[in-house]
């Protein structure tokens, strides 16, 4: 036996059985990070924007970890369902697949609010100064927040109908999928909504409109006689402010760097396809603890079973090779573009470093948030992906600060 086999040979013993669940994840965590990097460099093409309208980068991370939570909690729901031969695409908002549409668009619209709201508050709190005005904020977070969330929306029923034809488990492509496309239209979104900014009253009575109608379909949802829809708004509602609120501070890390961001337009790059890739491995991971949870695979434990274990360490080994491609990606994309970056070597390192501590977080936040919701009698679907996710945009922005700072960028 040659060496390329006993090491391929001890690889796919390390990824235990599951080689086909690999080989999905890695392909959708691949395209997830093309798409991703696609949203930095349009992100570090807008530095004048965010320079004009401060305090938008301070909603970015909430904007795209908010589609993420949202259609990725819907995909893990779905996932769920197929995996119990219970889904079933129709025009009926009645169904289960019915309701869970609703459900996702509805709080797309209530939290694009409520992240615009926070996010003038974690401002004035964490004295960010000066930030757009409150009109200015809800037009963009709700505008640009809908926007894209169409575009998630088609992209997750197509997983969900795919993954019926074709057999494949959407547990491992619906997290990356979803956050790679979030992030690629979530960015433009929010820059055309904020054409809509600073037109006096033309904005503050959108934003009033906009307020309104979003106060008026949460409540809407908080008392539907659909027993489904009425689960999911009072579920997800909480959890997912509690999410935008984390997000939000990580917003204010990379606020307060944008000088250091913007000498440096690899790392904006970087950014959206650093905290995806994060936030896709523990989508991952979350979605197919939480499946296995329903189906009965794992008991809820302190340790996790050897299901459990195949999980995480799958999850580790792919975390590596995926945020060294982030890297490459980001810095070959500055170059490409005429973006100045402190080189190919400083930004794997930073993304390597970086991506692995940041891991660690993740595995124990999926494994113990899962575990935690299953022990409650909460739906782990509805509770993993806006958990992992929040958290580590929170934990992936100090991590990644704290890569660059000991790379010496």
Do not use: C
């Not at 615009?116 to 757009?132: D, G, H, N, R, Y």
């Not at 037109?199 to 027993?227: C, D, E, K, N, W």
């Not at 990580?250 to 790059?269: C, H, M, N, P, Y």
């Not at 695979?297 to 945020?323: E, N, Q």
């Amino acid at each position: 036996m040659n060496l390329l086999t006993r090491v391929m040979a001890r690889l796919r013993a390390l990824l235990g059985p599951d080689a086909t669940g690999v080989r999905q994840s890695l392909a959708a965590l691949v395209l997830s990070t093309v798409a991703m990097i696609s949203g930095g460099l349009f992100l570090a093409s807008a530095t004048n924007t965010l320079e004009d309208l401060p305090g938008l980068l301070l909603l970015v991370p909430a904007a795209i970890a908010l589609r993420g939570n949202v259609f990725g909690a819907l995909g893990s729901r779905l996932g769920t369902t197929i995996a119990m031969g219970t889904f079933t695409l129709s025009r009926r908002l009645d169904t289960v697949v019915g309701q869970n549409i609703v459900g996702a668009v509805g709080l797309s619209l209530g939290l694009s609010v409520t992240a615009a709201l926070l996010a003038k508050v974690v401002a004035v709190v964490f004295s960010i100064s000066p930030t757009m005005g409150i009109d200015d904020f809800i037009v963009v977070s709700v505008v640009g927040g809908m926007l894209a969330s169409l575009v998630v929306l088609a992209i997750t029923l197509v997983l969900s109908a795919g993954s019926v034809r074709f057999g494949w488990n959407l547990d491992n492509v619906t997290a990356p999928l979803v956050t790679g496309v979030g992030d690629v239209v979530t960015l433009p979104s929010l820059l055309i909504a904020a054409w809509l900014t600073r037109r006096g009253s033309t904005t503050t009575v959108l934003a009033v409109v906009l307020t309104i109608l979003g106060v008026v379909v949460v409540l809407a949802m908080f008392r539907s006689a659909l027993p489904e829809l009425r689960r999911i708004a009072i579920e997800s509602f909480p959890v997912l402010s509690i999410a935008v609120i984390l997000d939000l501070v990580a917003g204010i890390t990379v606020e307060k760097r944008l000088d250091q961001f913007a000498e440096f337009e690899s790392l904006l790059i970087l950014l959206p396809g650093y905290f995806g890739a994060a936030g896709s491995l523990g989508g991952i991971l979350s979605s197919r603890l939480a499946t296995k949870f329903h189906l009965g695979v794992i008991t809820p434990s302190p340790l996790p079973a050897k299901a459990a274990r195949i999980d995480i360490r799958t999850i580790f080994l792919l975390s590596i090779p995926v945020f060294a491609f982030t890297a490459i990606l980001a810095h070959l994309g500055a170059l490409l573009f005429g973006f100045a970056s402190p080189g190919i070597f400083e930004m794997i390192s930073i993304a390597v470093l970086g991506g692995i501590v940041a891991t660690l977080f993740l595995i124990a936040v999926a494994y113990f948030g899962t575990l935690w919701a299953v022990r409650l009698g909460l739906d782990p679907d509805t509770y993993g992906m806006p958990v992992v996710t929040s958290t580590l945009d929170f934990v992936g922005a100090f991590t990644l600060i704290l890569a660059i700072v000991l790379v010496g960028v």
